[in-house]
């Protein structure tokens, strides 16, 4: 087998040391984003079952036997 040299070792080395350390981080930012969103959702109108629009009302009429 051929042998790398240092510089191929290191490089190697911070590339496993940035991974490591930056998947959680994105875990955390994504977390981060879908919390606040929920947060904004809450803060708007009312969000249980569907909003009265044209469209429901037209389904409803329609769905009725």
């Not at 981080?25 to 994504?30: E, G, R």
């Not at 879908?34 to 009265?52: H, I, N, P, V």
């Amino acid at each position: 087998m051929a042998e790398t040299s240092n510089s191929d070792k290191t490089n190697r080395r911070d590339f496993l040391k940035l991974a490591a350390s930056s998947a959680p981080a994105a875990v955390v930012a994504v977390a981060a984003s879908g919390s606040e969103a929920a947060a904004a959702s809450d803060a708007g109108a009312k969000t249980s079952g569907l909003q009265d629009t044209p469209q429901t009302r037209a389904y409803y009429e329609t769905a009725r036997f």
